[in-house]
């Protein structure tokens, strides 16, 4: 009954793709709406939404915006600073910026990426959030490592899914990240992720935060020569 009605949707549903967000796009709105209510958008708010939310999800962007402005309120201003304060950061989201800066040997993107990941921790919760991301990371990495396993044997995404248990959507998103990396920075990169976890728990490299940047740094270097 479900199939049929499932059938039944898609044969007379009317489907709209809608395409991802620029941050240009995204500001330009939030000035448009805001001049209707004399809200002041300061340049780098778009971007700060984009970075902590991701561009994947237009309505979920114009959404947050609209409670960026309504924060402000007439006549206020809106400032990166609120988005800080107001729009958790999509973690997953973050993890994919972060692999793919490593990737593309960006080291500043990547380090204020990391940054931005443990900006909200204080004192002992540091470690923890370290941790946190260090495990997303090796999950994003061993994900990874059977998609370029996959599809150097050739075989489909739907098939590796099968064969994984990996969520089809975002294995279709691994297909496309490791278009541009080579088996040996996987590998490279998984060790490196374990053995960062080990320095952090250990504390040999001082603080968690200073350890994880640290680390990264390291990274970047043995990515340059792989």
């Not at 796009?25 to 939030?30: D, K, T, Y």
């Not at 805001?34 to 939310?53: C, E, F, Q, Y």
């Not at 004192?123 to 996959?150: N, R």
Request: aromatic letters at 4%; proline letters at 4%; hydrophobic letters at 45%.
């Amino acid at each position: 009954r479900r199939k049929r009605a499932f059938k039944l949707l898609v044969e007379r549903a009317l489907v709209v793709e809608v395409p991802p967000l620029t941050t240009a796009e995204l500001q330009a709105w939030m000035k448009q709406e805001g001049a209707l209510h004399g809200i002041t958008v300061d340049p780098d708010v778009a971007a700060m939404l984009w970075s902590r939310l991701g561009g994947s999800d237009p309505a979920r962007l114009r959404q947050s915006a609209a409670r960026i402005l309504l924060d402000a309120g007439p006549r206020g201003r809106a400032t990166a600073r609120m988005v800080v304060e107001s729009i958790p950061l999509d973690r997953e989201t973050a993890v994919w910026d972060l692999t793919n800066a490593i990737a593309e040997r960006q080291t500043v993107r990547a380090l204020a990426v990391l940054h931005m990941m443990t900006d909200d921790a204080t004192g002992s919760e540091v470690t923890g959030e370290v941790l946190k991301i260090l495990g997303w990371m090796f999950s994003h990495y061993t994900a990874l490592m059977h998609a370029l396993a996959g599809r150097q044997a050739g075989k489909t995404e739907q098939q590796v899914a099968a064969e994984t248990g990996l969520n089809p959507w975002r294995l279709k998103n691994l297909f496309q990240q490791v278009r541009t990396m080579r088996p040996e920075q996987v590998e490279l990169a998984l060790a490196s992720v374990a053995e960062a976890e080990a320095v952090v728990k250990s504390s040999g490299m001082g603080d968690s935060r200073t350890a994880s940047v640290r680390w990264l740094e390291q990274e970047q270097a043995a990515q340059a020569q792989a």
